[in-house]
């Protein structure tokens, strides 16, 4: 019978030993390629997430940078129709304009109609042109008009008082006829009245102005239309102004795109009354008579000159934001003054 020995042992033993060695270094070797797979697999995925993150964002910031500029530009335009409704308050209903508007040339122009229309007259009647003078004068149409203008404006009615021209033009008449220059035709007193109330006729028919009647129309039918436009505009564009501001986290990068709205206000309200105004369209306006051509062509042109003005004023505001805006991203307006201005706007946008 064969034994075991020693050496065998030693043998199956050494042999043992170098098949675990070998069995254990095998899966290690197999667990190391295995976690690098793993780790390998892991950055990938992170950063494909992190890749899809980052595309996010983008089209949200587009999606809101598209969102800003619609409304930017819809606040312009609730600007520019707000700049309207104002001009026309204060052009339309505003006696102080209407009066600027009227100069000495327009007093002349009437004058010089109502001289015309009562020479044209007194021709016929068989008196000279003579009684006539020093009668009307400026101060007297521009008296009578202006009083007029305020009437419309105020809602009451007016009358001039010609008193002292009937006097004037009495005593011309009364000389004259005393001359015996023409043949009176009844009593003398009869024929002179009667002329000094056609003459009156003529001048306060002239007096007022064309269209003078639908001032108080429009101030007590339009005027009231145009207030509530202009104050459904302002309540629209604060709401827009305050939506902007709250899509951005600062303050100064909502303001950049109200900024855009005063801008193009600006530019809508300058470009085409300045074009029409080097153009001087005002002064082929087709109106009779005389005077009152001289007041249209006035008003149009003080009307584009009013809207000239105003886009003035909103670039004037415009520069002030920008600025603001640069103040702000720059970190200049962190001291105390900075930090009182960026408190009242946090908290009317909180309470909004």
């Known amino acids: 019978m064969g034994g075991i020995s020693v050496a065998d042992i030693r043998k199956n033993t050494s042999g043992s030993s170098t098949r675990s060695r070998s069995h254990s270094h095998s899966h290690s070797h197999s667990h190391t390629h295995a976690g690098a797979r793993s780790h390998s697999s892991g950055r990938k995925h992170y950063s494909g997430y992190r890749s899809e993150a980052h595309g996010t964002d983008q089209s949200r910031e587009a999606y809101r940078k598209g969102i800003s500029y619609v409304f930017s530009f819809i606040l312009s335009v609730f600007l520019l129709l707000g700049t309207v409704c104002l001009t026309a308050l204060n052009s339309l209903f505003s006696e102080s304009f209407f009066c600027s508007v009227i100069q000495d040339d327009y007093y002349q122009a009437v004058l010089n109609q109502v001289v015309t229309e009562a020479e044209d007259y007194t021709i016929p009647v068989g008196l000279d042109l003579s009684v006539l003078d020093g009668v009307f004068t400026v101060d007297d149409v521009k008296r009578d008009v202006n009083g007029h203008v305020t009437a419309a404006f105020r809602g009451y009615e007016f009358r001039p008082n010609v008193e002292s021209e009937n006097a004037r033009l009495y005593a011309n008449v009364a000389a004259y006829l005393e001359e015996g220059h023409v043949a009176v035709e009844g009593e003398t007193e009869d024929v002179i009245q009667a002329y000094i109330e056609d003459i009156d006729s003529i001048y306060l028919d002239e007096v007022p102005m064309p269209g003078i009647a639908l001032i108080k129309a429009a101030r007590e039918k339009v005027r009231g239309a145009v207030t509530a436009a202009l104050i459904i505009l302002f309540a629209l564009s604060f709401i827009l102004a305050v939506v902007l501001l709250r899509l951005y986290r600062y303050p100064h990068?909502?303001?950049?795109?109200?900024?855009?709205?005063?801008?193009?206000?600006?530019?809508?309200?300058?470009?085409?009354?300045?074009?029409?105004?080097?153009?001087?369209?005002?002064?082929?306006?087709?109106?009779?008579?005389?005077?009152?051509?001289?007041?249209?062509?006035?008003?149009?042109?003080?009307?584009?000159?009013?809207?000239?003005?105003?886009?003035?004023?909103?670039?004037?505001?415009?520069?002030?934001?920008?600025?603001?805006?640069?103040?702000?991203?720059?970190?200049?307006?962190?001291?105390?003054?900075?930090e009182k201005i960026s408190k009242k706007i946090s908290r009317s946008l909180r309470r909004l």
């Open 253 to 338: 990068q909502g303001m950049r795109f109200i900024t855009y709205a005063f801008g193009g206000c600006a530019l809508m309200c300058f470009a085409l009354p300045f074009g029409l105004y080097l153009s001087k369209v005002y002064e082929h306006v087709l109106a009779t008579p005389e005077y009152f051509y001289i007041f249209v062509s006035g008003y149009l042109r003080c009307l584009l000159e009013s809207f000239m003005k105003t886009a003035a004023l909103w670039l004037i505001i415009t520069v002030g934001c920008m600025v603001y805006i640069y103040l702000s991203k720059n970190g200049m307006l962190r001291g105390k003054i900075g």
